[in-house]
C-alpha cells in the first residue's frame, strides 16, 4: 500500500470513528436515482428532492415524463433550479435510453461489471463521473467514489489527492487509492465533515480531527509562524 493510500484509508479511519458508519436512504431504482441526481446539479438536497417528488406526484412514469410537453416538465422541476437546462436534458435521456432498450428500465446494469455500467450511463449528456459514480454506489451498490464539491474540497485540503487535479480525474484516482468496502462511507462521512467542520469559507481548522494530518491546516500554522 502506498503513502497516499496509508493517508486516506488513516483519514477514513479516523471519520468513521468520530461519526461512526453512515446511512444512507433507501436506496432508489436505477432510472429514479438517474433523474434524482441530475436533478441534483448545482443545487442542495432540499430542493433537489422538492422537484424530484413533484415530478413524480405529476406523473405516474417515467414513460409519461419522456411523452410530456417540455415546458411543464420545466415548470415541474423548477425547485431544483436551471430547469430550462434539467427538464429537456431528462426527457432527452429517458427517450435515448427507450430507444437503445425498447423500455425505461436500467436494472440491466446490475448484471454489467462496473466499469461497463460505468461507460454505459457516461454516454448521456449531462451525466459525468459524478452521477453515473451515485447510480452505481447508492442504487446499484457497485464500487464507485463520487467527488461532489465537498468532497473535491475537503480530499484537495488534506492533501489525499493531488491539488489542481479536477474533479473528475479525481473519482477514479479516490477509487484507486482507497478499498472499495470504504467508498460508501467515506464518500457520505468527508461531505458530513465538509458541510459540518471543513467549510468552503471559513473552515473551523482548530475544531478539527483531522488537523493533525492536512496539508491546509499545516500551511496555516506556518503562515502564523512567519507572521509572529
Known amino acids: 500500500m502506498s503513502n497516499e493510500s496509508k493517508r486516506a484509508l488513516a483519514v477514513h479511519q479516523k471519520l468513521v470513528e468520530f461519526y461512526g458508519y453512515p446511512d444512507w436512504r433507501n436506496p432508489l431504482p436505477p432510472l429514479d436515482e438517474l433523474v434524482s441526481t441530475i436533478l441534483s446539479q448545482n443545487t442542495n438536497d432540499v430542493n433537489r428532492d422538492r422537484a424530484f417528488d413533484a415530478l413524480t406526484a405529476r406523473y405516474s412514469s417515467w414513460e409519461e415524463v419522456r411523452d410530456a410537453d417540455e415546458q411543464e416538465v420545466i415548470d415541474t422541476i ?7 437546462q434539467k427538464g429537456p436534458r431528462i ?12 423500455s425505461l428500465d436500467l436494472s440491466f446494469l446490475g448484471d454489467m461489471q462496473s466499469e461497463d ?17 451515485i447510480v452505481l454506489q447508492f442504487s446499484l451498490g457497485k464500487p464507485a467514489f463520487p467527488v461532489d464539491t465537498h468532497v473535491y474540497r475537503v480530499t484537495g485540503r488534506i492533501g489525499i489527492r493531488p491539488e489542481k487535479m479536477s474533479a473528475d480525474q479525481a473519482h477514479i484516482y479516490l477509487e484507486e487509492l482507497l478499498p ?16 459540518e467542520i471543513c467549510h468552503a469559507r471559513k473552515p473551523a481548522c482548530e475544531q478539527c480531527l483531522l488537523n493533525g494530518m492536512c496539508d491546509f491546516y ?9 507572521l509572529t
Open 78 to 84: 423548477r425547485p431544483a433550479g436551471l430547469a430550462n
Open 91 to 102: 426527457q432527452k435521456i429517458l427517450t435515448q435510453i427507450t430507444e437503445q432498450k425498447g
Open 117 to 133: 455500467a460505468r461507460q454505459w450511463l457516461l454516454q448521456f449528456k449531462g451525466v459525468g463521473p459524478k452521477t453515473a459514480a
Open 180 to 195: 472499495e468496502e470504504t467508498y460508501y462511507p467515506a464518500h457520505l462521512n468527508i461531505i458530513r465533515f465538509g458541510r
Open 218 to 226: 499545516e500551511e496555516i500554522q506556518a503562515n502564523r509562524d512567519q
